[in-house]
């Protein structure tokens, strides 16, 4: 059964306080990583999609990375409005499927001003 | 170009009665997801659409929940007698390749 860990369940950032949010994930065959924010009361946006190890992506002040156990959103110098809930899921191949995602719980981050 | 949308945006229900819930996809995807997220917890597989026919529908929980797309575009997830453990946000999402693109969510309450 594929399982994903995600770590801490919450972060206090003061602005400016780089950091990093950890993924951890169990699976059979991984297709794709995902990450996504998710504000109060909305549906998770998309943010990254990470297929192989090595590889990484960044969006303004957000880097994914990817190896072949977890994966890690590094926050540079957030600000406030990064707060949000951060989602990693992860896509593999299950129960006749190719394309469900399994999500972690996410990780609570909020950044003081 | 307009999102995924879902409505009704918040749902509050006796338990025993029958809801429905719809979902519009974003115009020319052709996969459709229902999940289900709690408090506290990630989103949560229910059944996946490829077009008109469900495609795994292993997530949803047991025979009170169904869901259609009968023309390949918007799809209803219907729940028969509710429960109070099916209060959580509904989320609806749509894709043309690998990722999924959310909707807002049904918030359902059963009292």
């Known amino acids: 059964e594929d399982q994903v860990t995600q770590s801490p369940e919450a972060l206090r950032l003061q602005e400016g306080e780089s950091s990093s949010l950890n993924c951890s994930y169990t699976v059979s065959g991984l297709r794709g990583l995902f990450w996504y924010r998710q504000d109060p009361g909305k549906g998770p946006e998309f943010l990254f999609t990470?297929?192989?190890a090595g590889e990484e992506k960044e969006k303004e002040r957000l880097k994914a990375t990817l190896t072949k156990k977890e994966s890690f959103l590094h926050i540079t110098a957030p600000k406030p409005e990064d707060s949000a809930t951060y989602l990693c899921?992860?896509?593999?191949?299950?129960?006749?499927?190719?394309?469900?995602?399994?999500f972690g719980k996410g990780t609570l981050l909020t950044v003081n001003p | 170009g307009a999102g995924v949308s879902q409505t009704p945006s918040n749902k509050v229900t006796e338990k025993g009665k029958y809801v429905e819930l719809r979902c519009d996809p974003i115009s020319g995807h052709t996969a459709l997801y229902w999940y289900r997220q709690s408090l506290g917890q990630g989103p949560e597989f229910l059944i996946y659409f490829q077009g008109t026919g469900a495609a795994d529908d292993s997530g949803l929980p047991n025979d009170r929940f169904f869901a259609v797309r009968p023309e390949g575009s918007v799809s209803t997830l219907k729940i028969q007698r509710t429960e109070r453990g099916d209060s959580a946000v509904y989320l609806c999402?749509?894709?043309?390749?690998?990722?999924?693109?959310f909707g807002p969510g049904t918030r359902l309450t059963v009292l």
């Open positions: 999402a749509s894709s043309l390749s690998n990722e999924q693109f």
């Open positions: 899921a992860v896509q593999a191949p299950s129960g006749g499927s190719n394309y469900k995602l399994t």
């Open positions: 990470l297929y192989s």
